[in-house]
């Protein structure tokens, strides 16, 4: 039984792990700026540039993983 329930712990993580690979590439791949389309048309490229930093997306997708993982980790922790 123990062993069964270490096997979906670890499916659990690996699944939840892809997932948001999967899902940061995609933020990448689907023509557009996401920053630009939270803040519409009549926003500048300094309030542009700025959401992107806040939003990590100035830095590669793994980058972007890590953090999102890590801030997940230390969520679950706190």
Do not use: C
Not at 19 to 40: N, Q
Not at 49 to 74: C, G, H, S, Y
């Amino acid at each position: 039984m123990q062993l069964y329930l270490l096997k979906r712990i670890f499916m659990t993580i690996l699944v939840l792990f892809l997932v948001t690979v999967l899902l940061s590439l995609l933020v990448h791949i689907v023509p557009g700026d996401p920053a630009r389309k939270l803040l519409g048309p009549r926003a500048t490229e300094k309030t542009i540039a700025r959401l992107r930093a806040e939003m990590d997306l100035d830095k590669p997708v793994t980058v972007q993983v890590w953090n999102f993982i890590k801030n997940v980790l230390l969520g679950l922790l706190s």
